[in-house]
């Protein structure tokens, strides 16, 4: 049988990287394509010269045995090359028809548009496919598995064959994600054939018909499900043996360290984002609070931090009251802080590793004397650390700007672990990383609870809140719906939770029981 | 990601390597490009051009090249001298012929002084992630303060009375960039806005100070009066040469500017609001107390430009004695990379091409708006590196181009 597609040699360069080197790629009809590689691998490289974004320096494109030129994405779409991208490409106020539409007119007589010819088609698409998508529905109304989901008509819409989706579920619930993989059956069964860009493990074994490893930009190893597990593929994504279980010991909790009683946080335009939380984190525990992404998780970080002043409530570290304190107070008081956007609040870019490593320590000796900064302290202090937190750099006066994302998280984690905390807010400690980085901020993480640290762990991954977490507060619309032990709660547990739904007291017992073997990923 | 092989180079290629991603040799390239057009420019400007061009071809193109030549000789002996007539004035043994001789070139240092503190005031705001286009009024307060305490202060010793007016001048300028400071820091409002108002205000009030309270009775035209002699930055020659002691001062505050900026927690402060505010806020800093302190220090060597022209040229305050030097001051702030060395370096290629240009006018009629285009193509280039780089076919800088913080413009 001819392959769908077929990519022989392609070969990348940029100045001084060797993105993609001589990749060969085969994709059948009807098959579950998995690419999996860590961040910089080169997957986002080699999809966006199949779809045309980038011209390969070398190499062939086959579509059903046909050499293909692609110069740019609509070539690739004439050729039945379809992408869903990781951010959504979407106008939020046009209806599902508009935004599917644009770019491809259903026009009547006189040059006015078709709509309701264009929302048949997609109602078409939509019941061929079990998508439950309403065309005259506004983007900004409808969640984000829905968006996805019209990005995926788009492309149906516009009859492509192989479709390729970037890091699909990054933005989805547990459940969500489950809908997706239904609906990518269907695809399937239809005749798509679709390449599924990830780094999540367990999602490939899950859904994958096949598996293509890339590392380094070089194809590793080509692989099915049924052959591989889950150490075996992580072992080859990274190039070393990687230990996906968290070594997690028995927490013993002391004495409460940060108390949040019925707070209220706002958001930048006004509208109440916490909503009377109240919970407890005890020294040597980690709290994770799971949540889909805007659920008020933001606010609630930036609350404990200082960076933003509640409206009401009271929060005490250690037995005082901070609710009005300055972040720097707060740090003082032993208050370590991993923020979500790393890039954004947590490091200066422009700066050089070693004054990132003092960026809230830089004003205590010995890094200055009254006002001068002690330059050989701080370049002795950026190398101890570079060493100690294994951050990946020429030297430590290299702009924080220049490293990859686990190497830039792993300066902020050196930062913050490098003076005496007794609590840490880690928000989305682990976001964009890759294996290998992941596993070494779990460990460390992990290391520093069992120092007696208490840990107030945020994050969208619910398999890195179940993982660490010694408790599990779900966070839904600004309010806490429930704090479950992590010895109990499963993820069906939790994923509805997420989702708003509070199970009655009779369904959570039979999720309880019901309890499998959790597959970490 | 694995590296291409990298073959192995001899150190002079590792050289060039560097050399050739990195801005300075940008910057270079960038004043080269802007005088061969301004050549080119002069060249198609000029009458005589054409009439050659008429008679052939090749004759059009060396009066062309001739004409750019003369132009830029007489820029070279306007702000440096003329070589040979220093050389004959050494000869001569006399004193004044010398110093006339050698005066173009003590005059582009004098002209360059007002630059270095302007331009400092502007690099300073930049590294706070502040636009300051309000140095032109800041410089106007300050020299109507400094020159209020050099005529109206008597008494006093050089030695304190020297000081006290440039402190003054400081002062004056502080004052006015405090108020965008505050209003940015309570009220949000916008420094670019605020400091284009402020400036308004500045020259206004200038006139009526010149015109009615400060105004020197015995003159018909609006000046204050003469500062004291203890007030006057000394002159290190006899006349003609201005060359005074305010030169140094700038040097001195450029060293200042660079030990704040780069060796205090101060500087470590401003810098960090500069180039990440949310950064900054995660770390501790107050944005707000930051702002305002960049914003005084700003006005303050904004003011010490004013107060350098009054107290060091002019001994006293006359309308429109500012030659929009603060306006100047934003592009060679740029030009220097918005560091304070490189500052000192764009306001000497800034003081010598306006030094240079009245001589041109002078001699080959050129009109003194040609070192204007000069400056802007010069700039230009230096905001589009990628034209440069595209020109002489450069290597991309390894690290980001350093992009000058227009953050506060939502850029």
Redesign the interface.
């Known amino acids: 049988m001819v392959p769908v597609l077929e990519l022989r040699g392609i070969t990348k360069r940029f100045p001084g990287v060797l993105a993609n080197d001589h990749i060969d790629l085969i994709v059948q009809q009807g098959e579950i394509h998995a690419l999996l590689g860590e961040n910089g691998a080169g997957k986002t490289t080699l999809m966006n010269i199949l779809y045309g974004l980038y011209n390969p320096d070398e190499g062939e494109i086959f579509v059903n045995g046909k050499k293909m030129d692609v110069h740019s994405p609509i070539d690739a779409i004439k050729a039945g090359v379809g992408m869903v991208h990781q951010h959504f490409m979407l106008v939020p106020v046009f209806t599902v028809t508009e935004n599917v539409m644009l770019g491809e007119e259903f026009v009547k007589a006189g040059g006015i548009l078709d709509r309701e010819k264009a929302a048949d088609k997609i109602r078409d698409i939509s019941n061929t496919y079990n998508l439950d998508i309403d065309p005259d529905a506004y983007i900004s109304d409808i969640p984000v598995g829905m968006q996805q989901r019209v990005e995926i008509i788009k492309l149906l819409f516009r009859e492509a064959n192989i479709i390729i989706m970037d890091e699909p579920t990054a933005v989805l619930t547990p459940q969500e994600v489950e809908e997706l993989f239904k609906i990518m059956h269907t695809m399937i069964a239809e005749g798509k054939s679709i390449i599924f860009i990830t780094h999540k493990l367990g999602e490939v074994i899950e859904i994958a018909d096949r598996i293509t490893v890339i590392r380094g930009g070089k194809v590793v190893g080509s692989t099915t499900p049924h052959e591989a597990t889950l150490n075996d593929l992580a072992a080859m994504m990274v190039g070393r043996d990687v230990n996906l279980n968290v070594d997690k010991t028995i927490s013993v909790p002391g004495e409460v360290v940060l108390a949040v009683d019925n707070i209220k946080v706002l958001d930048p335009t006004g509208t109440i984002a916490v909503d009377d939380i109240s919970f407890e984190v005890r020294a040597g525990e980690v709290l994770g609070i799971a949540g889909v992404q805007g659920n008020g998780q933001t606010e609630l970080v930036r609350a404990i931090t200082g960076l933003l002043q509640p409206i009401d409530g009271e929060i005490r570290l250690l037995g005082e009251n901070i609710t009005r304190w300055s972040p720097r107070q707060i740090t003082e008081k032993g208050s370590a802080h991993i923020p979500e956007d790393r890039q954004k609040d947590g490091l200066v870019l422009a700066f050089p590793i070693a004054d990132n490593l003092v960026l809230n320590m830089y004003y205590l000796e010995p890094f200055s004397k009254s006002i001068w900064m002690d330059q050989k302290q701080i370049l002795a202090n950026g190398n101890r650390l570079v060493e100690n937190f294994d951050i990946r750099t020429p030297n430590a006066m290299t702009p924080v700007s220049s490293l990859s994302g686990g190497n830039q998280q792993k300066v902020i984690v050196a930062r913050e672990f490098s003076r005496p905390i007794k609590f840490l807010v880690a928000s989305q400690p682990t976001r964009g990383l890759d294996v290998g980085s992941i596993e070494y901020i779990h460990e460390r993480l992990m290391q520093k609870r069992d120092e007696g640290c208490a840990i107030l762990l945020v994050s969208t991954e619910l398999d890195e809140v179940m993982q660490l977490s010694d408790r599990i507060a779900v966070i839904y619309r600004g309010r806490i719906l429930d704090i479950l032990d992590a010895k109990s709660a499963t993820k069906e547990l939790v994923g509805l939770l997420m989702a708003g739904i509070i199970p009655t007291e009779e369904e959570k017992q039979k999720l309880v029981t019901n309890k499998k073997q959790i597959l970490m990923t | 990601?694995?590296?291409?092989e990298e073959k192995k180079k001899n150190s002079i290629e590792i050289f060039w390597d560097e050399f050739s991603r990195s801005n300075f040799l940008v910057i270079l390239l960038a004043i080269f490009t802007g005088i061969v057009l301004g050549g080119v420019l002069v060249a198609i400007t000029t009458n005589e051009v054409y009439e050659a061009f008429r008679i052939s071809f090749w004759s059009g193109l060396g009066t062309a090249f001739r004409t750019a030549w003369n132009t830029y000789v007489a820029l070279f002996t306007g702000s440096v001298g003329d070589l040979g007539k220093i050389r004959a004035a050494f000869e001569s043994g006399d004193g004044l012929t010398i110093r006339r001789a050698i005066n173009p070139f003590f005059e582009s240092l004098v002209q360059s002084t007002p630059y270095i503190f302007g331009g400092l005031a502007v690099a300073l705001g930049f590294r706070a992630g502040l636009f300051n286009i309000g140095v032109e009024g800041q410089l106007f307060i300050g020299a109507v303060t400094g020159v209020w305490a050099g005529y109206a202060i008597s008494g006093l010793p050089a030695f304190i009375h020297i000081p006290l007016a440039m402190f003054f001048g400081a002062l004056g300028g502080a004052l006015w960039g405090f108020v965008p400071g505050i209003l940015k820091a309570k009220t949000g409002a916008h420094e670019v806005i605020t400091t284009i108002m402020m400036n308004y205000i500045a020259f206004r009030l200038v006139d009526w100070l010149l015109k009615v309270p400060m105004h020197d009775p015995n003159e018909f035209t609006p000046k204050t009066p003469w500062i004291f002699e203890t007030a006057k930055l000394p002159r290190f020659f006899d006349t003609p040469i201005r060359f005074h002691l305010g030169f140094f001062i700038a040097l001195l505050m450029a060293l200042l500017v660079y030990l704040l900026l780069f060796?205090?927690?101060?500087g470590?402060e401003l810098?960090?609001v500069g180039?990440?505010p949310?950064?900054?806020?995660?770390?501790?800093?107050?944005i707000t107390t930051a702002t305002v302190v960049a914003m005084v220090l700003s006005g303050a060597l904004a003011g010490m430009a004013g107060a350098n022209e009054v107290l060091g040229v002019n001994y006293r305050l006359l309308p429109a004695f500012s030659s929009g030097y603060g306006f100047d001051s934003i592009a060679l702030a740029l030009l220097g990379k918005t560091h304070p060395f490189g500052v000192v370096l764009s306001s000497l290629l800034f003081g010598f091409l306006r030094n240079g240009a009245r001589s041109m006018q002078l001699t080959v009629g050129v009109p003194i708006d040609i070192v204007s285009i000069l400056q802007a193509l010069i700039l230009a280039f230096i905001a589009a590196p990628a034209i440069i780089r595209t020109i002489y076919r450069l290597?991309?800088s390894?690290?980001?181009e350093?992009l000058v913080s227009l953050r506060s413009w939502k850029g």
């Open positions: 990601m694995e590296k291409t060796k205090t927690t101060w470590f810098r960090m180039s990440n949310n950064a900054a806020r995660y770390a501790g800093i107050k290597r991309e390894k690290t980001k350093d």
